[in-house]
């Protein structure tokens, strides 16, 4: 069984401070990882794709892939209260696969 | 901006009656994609579909489940005989690439499908 593991949370953090997520995954064939942000109620929202190693970084946010530990992670910076969400971690191996989510809480 | 499109929002069935879910995929997508998502758990995926067949499916997409491409912009997710356990959101999502590296999928808003 392929999994993506995340911390459920919630991660809570002041506004402006930086918000720090964590997704690691089992298969080691995957190819390609995403970040989605999910509202309550709504739609996945894609946020970031990272398919080598190292970082990318696109406006407040950065993601951070190592294969070899099998880890994925993403960084918002300066986070604002409307960055709170379920932030879900998605890995593309043999199949598609998502992880249970964080629940972020961006406090004013 | 270009977007999926889903219809109904809200299905409301009772037990043991065939429903259609409904989604207009990206236009110049090739790729079209069915996940579900019950009441507060993960994001499950369903089946991918390509060139008019299926491509991938998951263990949960068993024959009461099938797709369809009826046309150029619709793409059909069929529940036969639905059970208590068939309510959850639906997704469908599109993307332009397939496997390998690249895989962006877009989402649709999802339909609620109630069975009672």
């Known amino acids: 069984q392929k999994e993506v593991e995340q911390n459920s949370g919630p991660l809570s953090v002041p506004e402006g401070a930086i918000a720090s997520l964590n997704c690691t995954y089992s298969?080691?064939?995957?190819?390609?990882f995403f970040w989605y942000r999910q509202y309550s109620g709504k739609s996945p929202e894609l946020i970031m794709s990272?398919?080598?190693?190292g970082d990318k970084e696109d406006g407040r946010f950065t993601a951070q892939l190592n294969k070899a530990s099998q880890y994925v992670s993403l960084l918002i910076r300066d986070s604002q209260p409307s960055d709170s969400a379920t932030y879900l971690c998605?890995?593309?191996?043999?199949?598609?696969?998502f992880g249970p989510g964080t629940r972020l809480s961006v406090l004013p | 901006e270009p977007e999926v499109t889903q219809t109904p929002s809200h299905q409301v069935t009772q037990m043991g009656q065939e429903v259609i879910l409904r989604c207009v995929p990206i236009?110049?997508?090739?790729?079209f994609y069915w996940y579900r998502q019950i009441l507060g758990q993960k994001v499950e995926f369903l089946v991918s579909?390509?060139?008019?067949?299926?491509?991938?499916k998951s263990e949960i997409f068993d024959d009461q489940f099938s797709v369809e491409r009826p046309d150029g912009s619709n793409f059909t997710l069929k529940i036969r005989s639905t059970k208590l356990e068939d309510s959850a959101m639906y997704f469908c999502?599109?993307?332009?690439?397939?496997?390998?590296?690249?895989?962006?999928?877009?989402f649709g808003p999802g339909t609620r499908l109630t069975v009672l």
């Open positions: 579909f390509y060139n008019n067949e299926i491509s991938e």
């Open positions: 236009s110049n997508h090739l790729y």
């Open positions: 999502a599109s993307s332009d690439s397939g496997g390998g590296s690249y895989n962006e999928q877009f």
């Open positions: 990272i398919y080598s190693n």
């Open positions: 998605a890995v593309r191996g043999q199949n598609f696969v």
């Open positions: 298969d080691r064939v995957s190819q390609s």
